[in-house]
Structure formats: C-alpha cells, structure tokens
C-alpha cells in the first residue's frame, strides 16, 4: 500500500492516531491481485489511519476540511503497477467497504472517467452520494443526464456494508447494482459505464466546499472481485 499527493494527519480529528508510517491493509481480490490505492487531496486536507480498538484494526478516514472540495483515493495498484479495468471483461468489477460518515453532505464514491473534460462523454458514469440521512446511487448518462437509481437510509456516525457492482461498457449494455447492509438498493441495466478513456474507482470526500463543515468519510475492509460474494 503506498500514499501519494496527499497530507498524512498528525493530529486532531480522530480519536487515536497510529504511527505516520503505518497504513490498513486491503483483502485480495483478483486471483495474485493485492489492492493499492493514491491519494488526491486538496491543500489541508488529509488522509489518516486511526485504530479505535473496535476489532477492525486500522482503517481510512478522508478528512476534508471546510471550505475545500476533495479529499480521495484513487486507482487499484498490484505488484508496484496501477491495475488497468477495462470495458471488455465478461464480469462485473465489485467493490465492497464498510463506509462511516459524518452528517455533512458529499460524494463517497465516483466511478471517474480518466482524462479531462474535453476528453470524455461521462465525467463520472456513477456517483454515490450521502445527503440527509441516505445514501444516493446516481447514474450520470452522456450529456449530463442525471438519474438516480436508487436511496436507501445512511446513518451517520454507523457503519455500513456497501457493495457495489458495475458492468463496465462502452454502450448501453453496461449495468450498476448497489447493495447497502445486504440489502439491495439500486439495480440499473442498460447503462453506459465505461468513457472513451475508461474509468477507474475514487474513494473519499468530493464535490463538497461547504463554507463552515468539516466532512469525514471513514473506509474499512475494502475488498475488490469479480462476484457480490467476493465484495461482501
């Protein structure tokens, strides 16, 4: 697991910091695949690992701070090299986390294009995003259309089992399925989930830039396959 781009806390924010050295590890997915994440975080925000002696050990928490808009992990790495996902595969990429956030309202997961605005059809094929009490599922079609697929009740300050499982592809053939606490809560065929220069996972806070707010979103036990079982 290595860390990039991003400011390690030292302290507030969290209840224990561990050493500045020390990060969570990530299940196995893909058959010889350990998961690796970079880190793209706005000036003053960070990203740190506490262990609250809850039994989970180290986890992630993304801190962004009031008045910023991002503070993400990005790309899966194996063997030292970035994984390359791709809108061929004959299955599904999913993923799954335990995710905690606090009240303020953000985006916690992007399915993000690569390349700049002028180089993609979708900035972000999928969104998820927690506002109010719930968890959001969005699917984001070509031309800025914007559909939610589903919402389900997101407690902040509660952990919560998320597993997400997307059909990467360049047409319309593609799908998303989003499963909160084993329940399923977004189910959408027929969707374009894979860009002109493909795609690839973020995790964190983003799009938030709330004046007066902090925003934390804490990730644990991240696990990445190609079936729901492997993500539960």
């Given at each position: 697991?290595r ?76 063997d ?37 605005d ?32 589903g ?11 998320l ?70």
């Amino acid at each position: 697991m290595r860390a990039s781009s991003c400011t390690r806390a030292t302290n507030g924010s969290d209840r224990s910091l561990p050493a500045a050295n020390t990060q969570p590890d990530t299940d196995e997915g893909w058959a010889g695949m350990q998961a690796g994440l970079a880190f793209h975080c706005d000036e003053g925000n960070h990203v740190y690992t506490p262990d609250w002696n809850d039994g989970r050990g180290l986890i992630w928490g993304f801190v962004n701070k009031a008045g910023n808009a991002r503070c993400e992990a990005h790309t899966v790495n194996t063997d030292g090299s970035e994984y390359q996902f791709t809108g061929t595969q004959s299955h599904p990429y999913w993923f799954g986390w335990e995710i905690m956030t606090t009240q303020a309202p953000s985006i916690v997961f992007q399915w993000k294009s690569n390349g700049n605005d002028d180089q993609h059809n979708q900035n972000y094929p999928l969104l998820l995003q927690v506002n109010a009490g719930y968890l959001h599922v969005w699917y984001i079609a070509p031309g800025e259309v914007w559909n939610k697929i589903g919402q389900a009740p997101l407690a902040a300050g509660t952990w919560h089992r998320l597993q997400l499982g997307i059909l990467a592809r360049p047409d319309t053939t593609g799908s998303i399925q989003v499963h909160l606490d084993g329940t399923q809560v977004a189910n959408a065929p027929n969707a374009r989930t894979w860009d002109v220069l493909g795609n690839k996972p973020r995790w964190g806070v983003y799009d938030s830039k709330l004046a007066t707010t902090e925003q934390i979103h804490w990730a644990n036990d991240l696990k990445l396959g190609t079936t729901r079982a492997d993500a539960d």
